[in-house]
């Protein structure tokens, strides 16, 4: 048996949870999710400042705090902190904890090869809208094939201490222990689709150990102290979702189905670069306080094509609030809206979108919000967004005056205008597996 | 009689792009048949309104007494190019536990 904890589930998770993992109880790999689809984008914008930077810089720091127990207690790691330097971060490791071995998974990044791809046919077509990448190809910042868990059980098996990858899958961080451990081959198709599941389940980190949980959420103990997942696998391809005694939280199958289901489209085929993995074959079951049981995990084979996540330079956005207050806030506010869209449309300024929301009374909820008769207050927040950058701007400029030329009792406006923000968005696209050659480097 | 899904269903959502995922979850297996029943993609597109845009698909997953939603064009673009503040839909999870359904009395005593 092993056991594979889940210390980050996005990069700015709470800082302590991969410390307090270590010190607080046994483990043997520490997992650490660090990208978003987005992400690969700012970090290749900061490497084209400074060609050592690109990787999440959160993590050497992380290592530094937590080399001494790594040694102590065998405890080996593996993060998708390179982004788009994975060589660069493994440096900084070296330099801040020397004694630790760091292996680095190179290939997914893809930026330098579109042209070849393009030029051999692949016209990588965005997945949702089915648009060849050809329109944007001089608009896109950063492009990585989702590299699965094979390239990282490698890098394990190579003896490292710390293993770190660029854009792999966020479940190929657990799996990987699994297949260095228990020696799984590339078709053993059930294993594989549990240690995905596996992954699946601990990736969000706390959110399977009672945060953003929907049962009896009130209940839920010492949140404050909560203890994130750990994973404890046998060769087999069972497993048990557990936490460290005397952390916060809580474990439950109801709290666990809660975590299958997020993010999840077709539950019969979840396609990873690993195997295709059956969510509808899926056995839970609570066996002791703060432990679930999985079992019965079916999967498939592997895809033929791997998914390639291309960030591009779309345009600008702002968004900006005012706030009303009682009486009537609900009205002074959808007046100051109607103000500020006459006053962009006198000045003849085209976007894309303008989107309204009434924080008080159907932000989140829309048109299902409950009616609020007399709310105290109500927040209006407007945002614009367009190509055009200097419309945007101008946009800015047309909320504050409102305080004084508007509906009375407007507030609010104390961190003056809203900043206009790149928008980069996120381009899906699939590209065939053979293109795509991993490598693993020990850096010394 | 009528009762809110919250009463027999808990609920966590997400995203993928413009895309809101909604899994709904019965407290009790017994229960699963009811949301089979009650939660149609139909009956979801028309309580959400014009909040959705797109079509809403469902599949099943009896072994978790789940049933999951997908929501098309339902968060303003999604991801980075959304103007709304739930531009993940983290909350329309709890909206939809909201719905209103039929059930006759002994289906949840």
């Given amino acids: ?444 | 009689m009528k009762i809110p899904l919250s009463r027999i269903a808990h609920a966590r959502s997400g995203d993928k792009g413009d895309t809101s995922n909604i899994g709904i979850i019965a407290f009790d297996a017994r229960h699963y048949p009811l949301l089979v029943r009650e939660v149609t993609p139909g009956r979801v597109k028309q309580f959400f309104g014009e909040m959705v845009k797109g079509k809403v698909e469902r599949y099943e997953l009896p072994n978790l007494g789940a049933l999951n939603f997908l929501l098309h064009e339902t968060l303003g673009g999604g991801g980075t190019l959304s103007l709304r503040v739930d531009a993940q839909g983290k909350t329309l999870g709890a909206a939809l536990l909201r719905m209103e359904i039929d059930a006759a009395e002994h289906e949840v005593s």
Wanted: proline share 7%; with cysteine; charged share 25%.
């Fill in chain 1, 1 to 444: 048996m092993i056991r594979i904890a889940n210390g980050q589930g996005f990069w700015g998770d709470w800082l302590e949870a991969p410390v307090r993992l270590v010190e607080q109880g046994p483990i043997d790999y520490l997992a650490l999710d660090y990208l978003a689809e987005i992400t690969m984008s700012i970090l290749q914008k900061q490497k084209e400042g400074d060609p050592n930077l690109g990787y999440a810089r959160d993590f050497p720091p992380l290592i530094a705090r937590i080399q001494r127990r790594l040694i102590e207690r065998d405890i080996k790691v593996i993060a998708n902190a390179g982004g788009v330097n994975p060589v660069a971060c493994a440096r900084e490791v070296r330099r801040v904890a020397p004694s630790l071995k760091v292996a680095v998974v190179l290939g997914d990044d893809v930026f330098g090869r579109l042209d070849e791809f393009l030029a051999a046919g692949h016209a990588m077509k965005n997945m949702d809208t089915g648009e060849p990448l050809s329109g944007i190809r001089d608009r896109i910042l950063s492009a990585n094939a989702y590299i699965g868990a094979f390239p990282l059980a490698e890098a394990l098996a190579a003896g490292a201490d710390v293993v770190i990858a660029g854009r792999c899958t966020d479940t190929a961080l657990s799996l990987a222990p699994m297949i260095h451990r228990f020696g799984w081959k590339s078709d053993e198709w059930d294993k594989l689709a549990a240690g995905t599941i596996a992954g699946h389940i601990v990736e969000c980190g706390a959110q399977c150990t009672g945060g953003n949980c929907q049962v009896d959420w009130q209940n839920v103990p010492d949140m404050a102290n909560i203890g994130y997942p750990i994973i404890e696998a046998d060769h087999a391809g069972r497993f048990s979702i557990t936490k460290h005694e005397g952390t916060g939280g809580r474990v439950s199958a109801d709290i666990v189905k809660e975590q299958l289901l997020y993010e999840l489209g077709d539950p019969k085929n979840y396609i990873t670069p690993d195997c295709v993995a059956d969510f509808t074959s899926i056995q839970l079951k609570d066996a002791g306080p703060d432990r679930v049981q999985v079992s019965g995990i079916r999967g498939g084979a592997r895809p033929q094509m791997l998914k390639l996540s291309i960030a591009y330079s779309y345009g600008w956005k702002a968004i900006g609030t005012l706030v009303y207050s009682a009486p009537q806030a609900l009205e002074k506010s959808k007046a100051a809206d109607r103000i500020v869209r006459e006053r962009l449309q006198q000045l003849g300024l085209k976007f894309e979108d303008i989107y309204s929301e009434f924080f008080g009374v159907n932000a989140c909820h829309g048109p299902v919000a409950v009616p609020n008769p007399d709310p105290p207050e109500v927040q209006l927040r407007i945002g614009v967004r367009g190509q055009d950058r200097k419309a945007v701007d101008r946009f800015t400029r047309e909320l504050i005056p409102l305080v004084l030329s508007g509906p009375p009792t407007g507030t609010g406006f104390g961190e003056g205008r809203p900043p206009v923000r790149e928008v980069v968005a996120y381009w899906p696209a699939l590209i065939p597996r053979e293109l795509i050659q991993t490598s693993v480097e020990v850096v010394e």
